[in-house]
Nanobody, 118 residues
Framework: VQLQASGGGLVQPGGSLRLSCAAS????????MGWYRQAPGKQRELVAV???????NYADSVKGRFTISRDNPKITVFLQMNSLRPEDAAVYYC?????????????WGQGTQVTVSS
């Protein structure tokens, strides 16, 4: 599975960005797609994930500000980020997980930088 992410950039505090990540390759009918982030000197952390059926899970720090969604036919996940704060600045990584042939597969995109600064 290959992941192609896009949409990062520089935004002022209070601004918005939308990240996209498209998956390609051998894809199971059910899977989980999502976003993690890693700031300098910190561990990678969950931002939000969404299942094929639309079940979502968010980090407490982004609830009410970020919205994750997906387009199943296009195997694409989106992260709409509103009311961005300086502490949201990080490299955001797309993640794809599926169970296939009795094995749990986990894939990461290349990362996209989000900078929140005035």
């Amino acid at each position: 599975v290959q992941l192609q992410a896009s949409g990062g950039g520089l935004v002022q505090p209070g601004g918005s960005l939308r990240l996209s990540c498209a998956a390609s390759g051998t894809i199971s009918v059910t899977n989980v797609m999502g976003w993690y982030r890693q700031a300098p000197g910190k561990q990678r952390e969950l931002v939000a994930v969404i299942t094929t059926g639309g079940i979502t899970n968010y980090a407490d720090s982004v609830k009410g500000r970020f919205t994750i969604s997906r387009d199943n036919p296009k195997i694409t996940v989106f992260l709409q980020m509103n009311s961005l704060r300086p502490e949201d600045a990080a490299v955001y990584y797309c993640n794809f997980r599926q169970r296939r042939l009795g094995r749990d597969d986990n894939y990461w995109g290349q990362g996209t930088q989000v900078t929140v600064s005035s």
